[in-house]
């Protein structure tokens, strides 16, 4: 052992380690950037339970399993659970957040366009987990339904 | 040599034992056997999501409880007990002692993972392998759960008790001339496991005892009803099992060290680089556990620090890589069925290194976590990587065992629907992650995508399972009937390069 140079490998180590400094940077800046969330946006209470979804807007509406939403606006969900634990996930927003109970935390999104997307639960809760589904529906702003 | 085969024994003499390649043989064929319980269930998973709605598997908590025990069953009872057999081989002959520090020890530490497997089976629980509460406390019912807690207690003592025996053996028994840095890579990589797994295991026992209060009422540790914090058992449970992770890899990497070289008839590239690795990697085990955790609601500061060390075992386990690549160049490499587990176990090691990455980039994360992407990520490690290179050994020391050959041509065969079978599965759920679809679910939305990859994946998966029949069919005949192995030589590489079989260890 030992009998040849080894610089080949400490300069392959020292660019890994460049590469993870890179990598851990660019994610640091990024987070940072995402999780500052707007002064003005409107709060929505997001309660998992098994096995469907609740909503609850500033103004006191109440949805189940069906979220809608208004286009061009910003949200923040503050999730929650009333038993096991669940995540909050709009896949197509990166909405990711786990429901616990006990606790509140704190995602933001603002959809850019009017559609439908799928709401899951990406935690395992249970029986009926494979299931607990619901829909965001992102509206024109000037609806007033 | 140790022939188990060629002058066989009434079985109860290896049964009680305490000789270390006894008990060694009890770990493989244990070992061995859940790969094949826990590998069926596997296909039964995969073959209830070739296509949405139900298939093969009628409910839902079926399902739940098989996916469950799959990962139990292939955690615990394959990957653990098959390094343990492995290291009860080789690991005395390495440090050239006549057997393991404590060997009553050893068998009792054998003896307590078919109780702990029979629990498990028996109770066939639902809460995924981390039973994370409440819903475990709550909602699994029981006495399945309560199984499983006792069952995962069992195995914790057994490790432990294992690891202590690993422990003596290498830094007190090794030979006196022997400094420990001349100890074969093999041996320092079960030196590294075991000193994680001292540390690591006591923290997850105590959480299955405080989740085991919790479900008999008497106290609230993580239950939230009860004034309790359900985050505190997800900190208890990674603080063991993200070290655990390099349990399960480092000895998987430490049959690699022996594969490699021995096959590329070169000396190891660097001895010394493989030792530092080992021990750096064994220390920033400890520093990323909660990176399991990122989407809990932890503060931005705590995930840039879980980040900042899950990036660190990058380095290290890039060290090992260099270190095999290096060894091969310019080798005369013989690409006999060992080496080729060793070597596409390295590239799948690779694949899942860079997957690992972008997981713990903490904008990525929220992109994959829990969904297939962890789902392909960790299953590149542990069957891609690990998997990989404990059947690469099994083959490699098969002539060892046996004393006959295996069927070359059979071995190869089985690489290769491993391998494209790995890739099929693995990589496929690292896209189906991206395209949305949630871990440990029975059924999913007929949504085009998902349906196509889950299809491509469950044919890898059947794949992977004919190549085990095959793989089993060659171990069962040419154990009895294979051709007998030139034991100075049984891969014919020139005999130039040192093979661990050649050291001679009476039975006492």
């Known amino acids: ?145 | 040599m140790v022939l188990e085969f060629q002058k066989p024994r009434p079985i109860w003499q290896i049964m009680f034992s305490s000789h270390h390649t006894d008990v060694g043989l009890l770990y493989l064929i244990t070992s061995l056997a859940f790969l094949f319980m826990g590998g069926a269930l596997a296909l039964a998973l995969r073959a209830e999501l070739f296509l949405p709605g139900s298939q093969i598997i009628g409910d839902s908590m079926t399902y739940n409880r098989m996916f469950t025990v799959h990962g139990t069953t292939l955690i615990f009872l394959f990957i653990i007990p098959f390094a343990s057999a492995v290291g009860n081989y080789f690991v005395p002959i390495m440090v050239r002692y006549k057997d393991m520090a404590y060997p009553k020890l050893n068998a009792i530490a054998f003896w307590m993972i078919p109780p702990a497997g029979a629990l498990v089976w028996l109770g066939f629980a639902d809460f995924t392998w981390y039973a994370t509460p409440p819903y475990s406390i709550i909602a699994a019912p029981g006495p399945a759960a309560d199984m499983w807690i006792f069952g995962l207690k069992i195995l914790g003592i057994s490790s432990v008790l294992g690891a202590i025996n690993f422990i003596i053996t290498i830094l007190k028994c090794k030979h006196p001339d022997m400094s420990l840095g001349q100890v074969p890579l093999l041996a320092w990589s079960f030196l590294s496991s075991s000193l994680i797994i001292i540390v690591a295991i006591p923290t997850f026992a105590a959480a299955l005892l405080m989740l085991l209060t919790d479900r008999l009422g008497v106290s609230g540790f993580f239950n939230p009803a009860m004034g309790g914090d359900p985050i505190a058992y997800q900190h208890l449970f990674w603080f063991t099992f993200h070290p655990e992770v390099y349990v399960l890899v480092i000895p998987a990497i430490g049959m690699m060290y022996e594969i490699i070289p021995r096959f590329s008839r070169r000396p190891i590239f660097s001895h010394n680089s493989g030792v530092f690795a080992f021990v750096l990697l064994s220390m920033v085990s400890f520093s990323s556990w909660a990176h399991h955790m990122q989407a809990t609601g932890m503060s931005f500061t705590e995930k840039t620090v879980f980040m900042v060390g899950t990036l660190a075992a990058v380095p290290a386990s890039a060290m090992h890589v260099f270190n095999f690549v290096a060894t091969m160049w310019n080798g005369r490499i013989k690409f006999a069925t060992p080496m080729i587990w060793a070597v596409g176990g390295i590239a799948l090691f690779f694949s899942a290194g860079a997957g690992g990455v972008v997981n713990a980039a903490m904008p990525l994360d929220f992109q994959t976590h829990d969904s297939y992407w962890v789902v392909g990520h960790f299953h590149l490690f542990v069957m891609g990587t690990i998997a990989f290179g404990s059947i690469g050994y099994l083959y490699y020391m098969f002539p060892y065992v046996t004393g006959r050959m295996y069927n070359e041509r059979m071995g190869q065969v089985h690489f290769v629907m491993s391998f494209i079978g790995t890739v099929l599965v693995f990589f496929t759920q690292h896209v189906l992650g991206l395209y949305g679809m949630p871990r440990r679910i029975y059924d999913y939305p007929p949504i085009p995508e998902w349906i196509t990859m889950n299809q491509i994946a469950t044919v890898g998966a059947m794949i992977i399972g004919v190549s085990m029949v095959i793989f089993l069919i060659n171990m069962i005949y040419s154990a009895g009937k294979g051709k007998e192995a030139d034991t100075h030589d049984p891969f014919n590489l020139g005999g130039k390069y040192y093979y661990p079989f050649e050291a001679k260890t009476p039975h006492h």
């Open chain 1, 1 to 145: 052992m030992g009998h040849h140079s080894n610089w080949p490998e400490w300069v392959y180590v020292g660019v890994v380690i460049a590469l993870m400094c890179w990598v851990g940077g660019e994610a640091w800046n990024a987070e940072r950037l995402i999780e500052h969330i707007p002064a003005d946006a409107e709060i929505i209470k997001v309660t998992g339970q098994q096995w469907f979804w609740s909503f609850e807007h500033e103004d006191g509406t109440k949805e189940i399993g069906v979220l809608h939403v208004k286009v061009g606006k910003a949200y923040k969900f503050e999730v929650t659970s009333k038993d096991v634990n669940h995540s909050f996930n709009i896949h197509d927003y990166v909405v990711l957040m786990d429901a616990i109970h006990g606790r509140i935390n704190t995602v933001w999104f603002a959809p850019m366009e009017v559609g439908e997307h799928a709401i899951q639960c990406k935690e395992y809760c249970g029986l009926i987990h494979y299931n607990m589904r619901g829909k965001l529906i992102v509206e024109e702003a000037d609806s007033t339904s």
